[in-house]
């Protein structure tokens, strides 16, 4: 299974936002668009950084209240690990667990394509290991 093929199946639409904008209105798009991490893009649409519910946490513990004055760009994670679409399912969660990360933004040609999160790989990979033990009574029965 590959990220091509979870991204076909779940879509492609990706939220992103500027890095000018302010913490606390990023807080409110996170909570409006039911989301816990958003891409951010510079000019071009360039990958800038990704802001998570855990990079706002943070900066309120360092900062308190004043951290959401601060554009996001001050406290996003900038260097941002992606992946393409033709990594596989364990290529991915192995690049998750390792980098203590839960969304993964997904390049094709250096342009943002989608977003995968720990949940979409995690559901791929039960679907996988239920088809797998299906195919195996299936093959034990016949």
């Known amino acids: 299974m590959t990220v091509k093929q979870i991204l076909d199946q779940k879509g492609r639409n990706v939220v992103t936002v500027s890095p000018k904008m302010g913490t606390e209105e990023a807080v409110r798009f996170l909570a409006d668009n039911k989301i816990g991490a958003v891409i951010v ?3 071009g649409g360039k990958i800038a950084g990704i802001l998570s519910e855990r990079d706002i946490v943070r900066a ?6 004043n951290a959401l004055s601060a554009p996001i760009s001050t406290i996003m994670t900038s260097k941002v690990t992606t992946c393409g679409e033709d990594h596989t399912v364990n290529q991915v969660m ?7 990360f839960r969304h993964l933004p997904v390049e094709k040609d250096g342009s943002l394509v989608g977003v995968i999160s720990i949940g979409d790989v995690v559901r791929r990979r039960i679907e996988d290991v239920e088809r797998e033990a299906e195919e195996i009574k299936a093959y034990i029965a016949g």
């Open 41 to 43: 893009t510079g000019p």
């Open 60 to 65: 309120v513990a360092a900062k308190g209240a």
């Open 94 to 100: 192995e690049l998750m667990t390792n980098g203590r």
